[in-house]
């Protein structure tokens, strides 16, 4: 595997890992609406999360799979 390779893939990875940052923000946004008692944000804001939570762990395992076959898997054979 070329070292351009391994960059990619582990940056793709690192892409991924880095969506929870908008998880973060969104959670941040819940704990101001239950303070706030704002009950139709809080709705939304967990329908939000809800929704994307499925969506950027199907993402992370994407990319994992892929790095570990490129990185993990092809180097213990080399």
Do not use: H
């Not at 391994?6 to 946004?29: G, K, P, R």
């Not at 990319?63 to 080399?78: N, S």
């Amino acid at each position: 595997m070329t070292i351009t390779k391994t960059w990619q893939v582990m940056n793709d990875l690192e892409d991924a890992f880095s969506q929870i940052t908008t998880f973060s923000f969104m959670l941040t946004q819940l704990q101001e609406a239950v303070d706030k008692n704002d009950t139709s944000a809080i709705v939304d804001i967990v329908a939000s999360l809800n929704a994307f939570y499925p969506v950027y762990c199907d993402n992370w395992d994407k990319k994992f799979k892929i790095a570990w076959d490129q990185i993990v898997k092809k180097r213990g054979v080399e």
